[in-house]
């Protein structure tokens, strides 16, 4: 049996709710917007992995975490994504951590040689709050398409990492903790 796993960053309840507040606020957008609790920043998308390949997975992730203490995130900014392209999703953007640019590279070298290709694109903080539904959203004229970019402040401590299990679904995404990892403090 395989496993969809992925490396993440959940994030607080606070800081949830208020992302997922912005479906109110976009009501008119054609889009399918991220529930709640699947909110998070993907670091490391690891596919569909082998049941036999999890454990070696976890001692890696492991090993990496006990170097990185926690650190602190700043999302600034409400946009369309991806950027310089035709927007698909919704996302908040983060700003660029150097603790987390150090787990995340961290994470690619002590995994690459298991599961998964590093990514050949820079890495960019973002939390996909919704998918564009792509033909509706292109039969918008341009000029009355909603206005999303907009600058927004929440910050929060990352203490912990987690391992990721996502199963699709008719309904969406169902994600699940496989295993969390405690930054140090």
């Known amino acids: 049996m395989r496993h969809r796993l992925f490396i993440a960053i959940n ?5 949830k709710n208020r992302l997922g507040s912005y479906s109110l606020k976009y009501q008119e957008l054609p ?6 609790q699947n909110i998070h920043i993907t670091l490391v998308f690891l596919g569909y992995v082998k049941e036999d390949e999890i454990s ?3 001692k890696n992730t492991e090993q990496v975490v006990k170097n990185h203490s926690s650190f602190s995130l700043t999302l600034n900014k409400i946009c369309f994504g991806p950027p310089k392209k035709t927007p698909r999703m ?3 953007v983060g700003e660029k951590s ?6 995340r590279t961290g994470l690619e070298n002590s995994l690459s040689n298991l599961v998964f290709k590093k990514e050949k694109r820079a890495y960019s903080p973002h939390i996909t709050l919704a998918r564009l539904k792509q033909w509706e959203f ?16 929440l910050s929060f401590e990352v203490n912990s990492i987690e391992i990721m299990e996502s199963q699709l679904k008719r309904t969406g995404a169902e994600y699940s903790v496989m295993q969390s990892f405690l930054l140090k403090p």
Do not use: F
Request: charged share 40%; hydrophobic share 35%.
């Open 11 to 15: 994030l607080p309840e606070k800081v």
């Open 31 to 36: 889009a399918r917007w991220t529930k709640k």
């Open 56 to 58: 070696e997975i976890l």
């Open 90 to 92: 919704v996302w908040a």
């Open 98 to 103: 150097e603790e987390l640019g150090k787990l």
């Open 138 to 153: 292109k039969n918008i004229e341009p000029e009355e398409r909603p206005e999303i970019e907009q600058n927004i402040s």
